[in-house]
């Protein structure tokens, strides 16, 4: 069954390191996109990606990276310069930029 | 700039009784416009979407919604709540830049 893989399910992290969130998809869809979640927030868009070795700033990027060089993979990568890292981070795709999105289950990251 | 407001963060229900989630927007166009569900630690997922061709939307598990653009609102339905229906609800809205609402906590009661 096509889907979205997010890897790992949790994970944890001393602050000040860098770490790489995973996504993979097999639905050929060419968009991409991060959310972070935090209770009482909803979600909040990190980055998205229309199409491959594209990619856009969605609402808070600060102190995140992602790139987008196959059209199956976006990897977020939460850096040290993030304030507030530990949430809930979902990956999700679509076909086009108005069709349905495709959710991940999600990673939690925590840092301490 | 586009918006999503979900009235109620909270709603709870007894076992067989209606529900209602509420969810208004703000758009200066004719938004796409979806629900999702989300149980603990998971991903959501997609209940029903909001095309032109009907107002009155069905979706998965008995769930529906209304687009009524006079008053810019997009309330998420069921006849009959059952306690599998207990999870978060998102309301969202856009193209690409999709605005999610803060979600609304449905609690089933037995």
């Known amino acids: 069954d096509g889907g979205i893989t997010q890897s790992p399910k949790y994970l944890f992290r001393k602050e000040g390191q860098n770490v790489t969130l995973s996504c993979e998809q097999n639905?050929?869809?060419?968009?991409m996109y991060w959310y972070r979640q935090d209770p009482g927030q909803g979600l909040r868009l990190i980055y998205y990606?229309?199409?491959?070795?594209?990619?856009q700033k969605g609402d808070i990027a600060e102190g995140y990276s992602v790139s987008r060089e196959k059209k199956e993979s976006f990897p977020l990568t939460v850096t040290s310069a993030q304030k507030n890292p530990t949430a809930f981070y979902l990956c999700?795709?679509?076909?086009?930029?108005?069709?349905?999105?495709?959710f991940g289950n999600g990673t939690r990251l925590t840092v301490t | 700039a586009q918006s999503v407001t979900q009235l109620d963060s909270h709603v709870s229900v007894s076992e067989g009784t209606p529900v209602l989630l509420r969810c208004n927007y703000s758009?200066?166009?004719?938004?796409?416009l979806f629900w999702y569900v989300q149980h603990p630690n998971k991903g959501l997922q997609l209940l029903l979407k909001?095309?032109?061709?009907?107002?009155l939307v069905k979706g998965i598990n008995g769930f529906e919604a209304e687009f009524k653009k006079s008053e810019t609102s997009f309330h998420l339905t069921k006849p009959s709540a059952h306690m599998s229906d207990a999870a978060e609800y998102f309301c969202?809205?856009?193209?690409?830049?999709?605005?999610f609402g803060t979600g609304t906590r449905l609690k089933v009661l037995a």
């Open positions: 639905l050929n869809h060419d968009a």
């Open positions: 758009s200066s166009y004719s938004p796409s």
């Open positions: 969202t809205s856009g193209t690409y830049k999709y605005i």
């Open positions: 990606s229309q199409i491959v070795n594209d990619f």
């Open positions: 909001y095309t032109s061709a009907a107002t």
């Open positions: 999700a795709s679509s076909k086009t930029g108005n069709s349905p999105l495709h």
